[in-house]
Structures are given as C-alpha cells and as structure tokens.
C-alpha cells in the first residue's frame, strides 16, 4: 500500500487560500473519456466545492485524472474536508455505476503564494487537453469546466498562449 501524502505541516489548508489539486484515477486508468463518467463524478464534486465554500474557476477531466484551481470563499474554507468528501461521494458513485475503485489515495495539491498569478493555473488546466494530443484547441474539449466563468472568458483571459511553452 502507498504512503499517504504528506500536507504542508504549519499548514491548515483553511481559509481564502488557493490551490491546484490534482486526483489521479485508481492504477492511472483511462475512465474519463465520455460524457456519462464525466458528469457522474464532476456532479459530486461540485456540490461539495460549494458545501466547503470553494469556487473551482477550473477544472478539467484528462482521461486518468483531473486537475481543479479552487479558491476558497470564505475564513471557512476547509480544502481537505472538500477534498475527502469530493473524493468519497465521487468515488461512491462511480463504484456503484461501474463496479470498480475509482480514485489513488490521496491527492496532489499546490498552494499559491499571495504574490503568484492565478493565470498560469488557469493556462495549465485550459491547455492541458491542448498539449496531450486530445484537440487543437481548449475550446474543443468537453470535459473543461468552472463554477465562476464561461470557458471562453478563461480563454480570453489567459490571453495568447503557445501550447507547450508554459507561458
């Protein structure tokens, strides 16, 4: 069995705080590749941003796992209760869909210092599907998303972007 992730330790993941997160599917399985699994899982992880108090100005399903940029609302806002539940209610629902573990352990995340931009998150998790090869564009893609903007305000947002360059 794999070693659980450590958090940051004077860390307490609650409040107005932002992170990248990243949830890896069970054995890095290819599962998020048609609408039905997609909107199985986004469907409970959405309500539970909203029960912790997160907006999500994006995410994306890539076929083996997917990324969120949340944003906490409020001095409330408790990343690993949103993060556990997120996982639980998603998980339960695609094992009793699909017969089968959803989810790894754990989680990847990234805190944002005051001073980071929130425009290279946005840019990374709106290319993503751009550089591995699934469309030419990020608004092609069906399994983008964000509880706070339209995909094509990100779009116009983040500005001109080389796929591939990081910037």
């Not at 290279?120 to 893609?141: F, K, M, S, T």
């Not at 069906?142 to 990081?166: D, K, W």
């Amino acid at each position: 069995m794999r070693k659980r992730r450590t958090r940051l330790g004077a860390f307490d993941y609650i409040g107005q705080h932002r992170y990248f997160l990243t949830f890896c599917t069970r054995h890095r399985r290819t599962l998020f590749t048609d609408e039905h699994t997609v909107a199985l899982v986004r469907d409970q992880i959405l309500p539970a941003a909203g029960v912790y108090e997160f907006a999500l100005p994006a995410y994306v399903f890539m076929p083996d796992h997917a990324h969120i940029f949340a944003v906490g609302r409020s001095e409330s806002s408790d990343l690993q209760a949103f993060v556990k539940v997120a996982k639980q209610e998603s998980g339960y629902a695609f094992s009793m869909a699909c017969g089968e573990r959803l989810w790894q352990p754990s989680f990847h995340d990234r805190v944002l210092r005051d001073d980071e931009s929130d425009i290279h998150v946005l840019r990374y998790i709106l290319w993503n599907p751009v550089r591995a090869g699934l469309v030419e564009r990020p608004e092609d893609y069906p399994f983008l998303g964000s509880t706070t903007h339209s995909i094509s305000e990100i779009v116009r947002m983040c500005g001109t972007f080389v796929a591939g360059s990081g910037r």
